[in-house]
């Protein structure tokens, strides 16, 4: 008889997750497909490429909101078997509010692992193909990053003249032993500067140990002392949005080949973070049945749907907001980025760990 009960919460549980999926899919291909449609609207293409962009879009889209996906079909659920006295019968049957809690929490946890070895692979492509493909015809293809075993490579416009910049690695927010070339257009070059080391944190580049070569003046070398400046349309956030989307790059990809995207330029931490993020999903996807097992799982009376759907938008942006906030104190390094992933989640388990004995009693 367990058995059986245990199979009627999961596959009920997981039918309610399939609807919400469903409605979340809805909801991003209308508001996705307007971007991409705005997009290639003046590129000639044919009308079936936004609706293929959104396509490849959407599930890397529903995997980031995957923990708010299953907050809303656990509220939705736990609502449901209130309102039609199952979950009455479940506790005749011997099952208290913790033993239904559990094996839905699980039940979640069980599916975050499979996003991250199942889905995690064919959307990590999906978004790679989606990426190459935007690139092709994007109108910022007069600038360009490229990151590889020679180093960093970086064209630019400037005016009628053409920027080539390279240099052998790139370091936080520094570029080492870089070179750059003014070219002309009749791609004569014009001056040649050659520097330590470059700041790129800001579009004005803070240039080190700085020598020019002006070829416009019968290659009078030029020693400057202190600080030299140059500016670029780029800048270490730009050039990390251009080639650091680790939405490309699997779960196995990222543990298989973690040294070789060091080498290309990846940080340590930025690395850990997606991994972290990674590790932490299922975990995420658990505490979010026990949050919704708190606001909805007091009493057998019938629900309130109004009130329910409140405290589901409510929690919802609070969380949203929380882990934003806390990315945020990552990225400006006030704490690591690594426990800036997990603080959200530390928060929310403390509160839970209070709440579910509560429920439990009643």
């Not at 490229?146 to 920027?163: A, Q, T």
Request: proline fraction near 2%; hydrophobic fraction near 50%; charge should be neutral.
């Amino acid at each position: 008889m367990n058995r059986v009960l245990n199979n009627y919460l999961v596959f009920g549980f997981l039918k309610i997750v399939l609807n919400v999926v469903l409605v979340f899919i809805c909801l991003g291909i209308l508001l996705n497909l307007f971007e991409e449609i705005e997009f290639f609207k003046n590129l000639g293409v044919s009308y079936n490429l936004p609706f293929l962009m959104t396509a490849l879009f959407i599930p890397n889209l529903l995997i980031k909101f995957l923990p708010f996906v299953i907050f809303i079909a656990a509220m939705w659920y736990f609502v449901s078997i209130k309102s039609n006295k199952d979950l009455l019968t479940l506790k005749v049957f011997g099952f208290s509010n913790l033993k239904i809690i559990l094996i839905l929490g699980f039940t979640a946890f069980a599916f975050g692992v499979l996003v991250i070895f199942a889905l995690n692979p064919i959307t990590s492509a999906m978004i790679k193909y989606y990426e190459q493909t935007k690139a092709k015809y994007s109108k910022d293809v007069d600038h360009l990053v490229s990151i590889n075993k020679n180093g960093v490579w970086i064209k630019e416009n400037i005016g009628d003249n053409l920027r080539i910049i390279t240099a052998k690695k790139l370091v936080k927010n520094k570029l080492n032993d870089i070179t750059i070339y003014e070219i002309d257009s009749n791609n004569k070059i014009l001056k040649r500067i050659e520097s330590s080391y470059a700041d790129i944190k800001k579009n004005e580049w803070v240039l080190e140990n700085t020598k020019i070569y002006n070829f416009e003046e019968e290659e009078v070398v030029v020693v400057v002392e202190g600080d030299y400046i140059i500016n670029s349309v780029y800048n270490i956030d730009k050039i990390g949005s251009l080639y650091k989307n680790l939405d490309t790059i699997s779960f196995f990809e990222l543990i298989k080949d973690y040294e070789v995207l060091k080498d290309k330029g990846y940080t340590k931490t930025i690395l850990n973070e997606k991994l972290n993020e990674f590790f932490s999903l299922p975990f995420f996807l658990f505490l979010m049945v026990i949050l919704a097992s708190i606001f909805s799982v007091g009493s057998i009376t019938k629900s309130q749907n109004l009130y329910y759907i409140f405290i589901s938008i409510i929690s919802c942006v609070v969380i949203y907001f929380l882990s934003q906030a806390s990315l945020a104190l990552g990225q400006t390094q006030r704490i690591s980025l690594e426990l800036a992933v997990w603080i959200p989640i530390i928060a929310i388990g403390l509160f839970c760990s209070i709440g579910v004995l509560q429920i439990n009693e009643k």
